[in-house]
């Protein structure tokens, strides 16, 4: 006898490093305010070591509340007790919130909430990558045949899409202009993994599929 179908809302949240389009991490959850603080954590964890993180998101309050509980490092003074928790320098939150009327949009509104403003605050890229993962998975569009029963089945496809996206795709913006290339090619295609510095190809499917899992 097979699993129960399980309902309800199913909330992804990704988190995009804009130079490249590379996707850092992702959660699901029944909300938005549930998968946030996991994708921040997670980011936070995996982009250790870099100087600063400008976040660009849409207006919920859970961004604000959990980056500033996230980015914070202890200040060691040698004394006894527990060290006091700073806000790691660098780290800048802006949000774009649409405004409507109905379904449509009337107004896009900046606001600046704390650290550095970035250069070009909107959220055009994660959103193209949101209807590219809509175009490329059934599942996610909201009127489907070919929805997910359980969450878990979700999860993989999600997660396999944005796997795709990462290092079996080449992007237009992380491409390098080279000169004399063969075939009088100018550019050199790169996918998000090469361009962040994990790959030095764009994977196949089938160097994906016979790849060994290590555990």
Known sequence: MGEP????????CVSLERNTRFAIAWQAAASEAQAAPEVIRQTRARTA??????WISDGHPIYAKTIRRIYRDPVRTGRKGRP????TPGV????????????????????????????????????????VLRDRLACLTRKTHAFAKRRRTWDAAVGLGLFEHNWMRPHTAPRQERIGLPGGRRYVQRSPAMAIGLSDH????T???TRPAHH
């Open 5 to 12: 179908a399980e309902s309800g809302p199913r909330w992804g």
């Open 207 to 209: 160097e994906f599929l």
């Open 202 to 205: 764009v994977w196949s499917w």
């Open 49 to 54: 070591g870099r100087a600063g993180c400008v």
């Open 84 to 87: 006091r928790l700073v806000g």
């Open 92 to 131: 800048g939150l802006t949000q774009v919130v649409k405004h409507r009327e109905g379904r449509r949009v009337v107004k896009v509104e900046v606001r600046h909430r704390f650290g550095p403003a970035p250069k070009c605050p909107h959220t055009v890229r994660q959103e193209r990558l949101n209807g």
